[in-house]
């Protein structure tokens, strides 16, 4: 949580903000195997992190999928909101933008918070449990849209 002082002197504990992103190229998905030192390391995960000050959603989609896969995009799209503040598997409550996006040209090797990337076929992804956080289900969801498109974007309270 964070910790906040307002104007007048009240506090607050707020949530973090965050972007998952569903990197897609010809009916695949880019997932990335999380370092051993992070929270669900091991696992595989979709590309992401915490937006930063003066950032845009958008750029910090950009951001993390260049820093995380080297993979700059195009077509950044909002797919869903995750504001449940009972997340599994986190130590802290995030509030998850979740994003599509097209890989276009690779311009660079992953940061240290990746150990591997590899190109999934949407239909013959890792088991569930080598999916961290409620990744899978993020996953899910998208291939939902794509065969019953419904009103984006989708707001997830509970799952």
Same mark, same amino acid.
Request: glycine fraction near 4%.
């Given at each position: 949580?964070? $910790? ?9 504990? @707020? ?46 989609? +950009?951001?993390?999928? *260049? ?10 799209? @909002?797919? +869903?909101?995750? +504001? ?8 802290? $409550? ?6 599509? +996006?097209?890989?276009? !040209?690779? *311009?660079?090797?992953? !940061?240290?918070?990746?150990? $591997?990337?590899?190109w999934f076929a949407l239909d013959s992804l890792p088991p569930q449990d080598e999916i961290a956080f409620d990744h899978y ?5 998208? @291939?939902? $849209? ?14």
């Amino acid at each position: 949580m964070i $910790q906040c002082t307002f104007e007048d002197n009240s506090k607050a504990y @707020l949530r973090h903000v965050v972007v998952d992103t569903l990197v897609l190229h010809n009916d695949q998905i880019l997932l990335v195997k999380r370092a051993p030192r992070l929270l669900e390391g091991g696992k595989w995960g979709l590309v992401g992190g915490y937006v930063e000050q003066k950032e845009t959603l958008p750029e910090a989609v +950009a951001r993390e999928v *260049k820093e995380e896969t080297g993979y700059t995009l195009s077509h950044i799209s @909002l797919l +869903a909101v995750n +504001a449940n503040p009972r997340r599994p598997h986190e130590d802290r $409550q995030n509030i998850s933008f979740i994003f599509t +996006a097209d890989a276009e !040209d690779k *311009k660079g090797e992953s !940061d240290d918070e990746v150990t $591997q990337e590899k190109w999934f076929a949407l239909d013959s992804l890792p088991p569930q449990d080598e999916i961290a956080f409620d990744h899978y289900p993020d996953i899910e969801l998208y @291939l939902q $849209q794509k065969n019953n498109p419904q009103h984006l974007p989708i707001v997830i309270y509970t799952r």
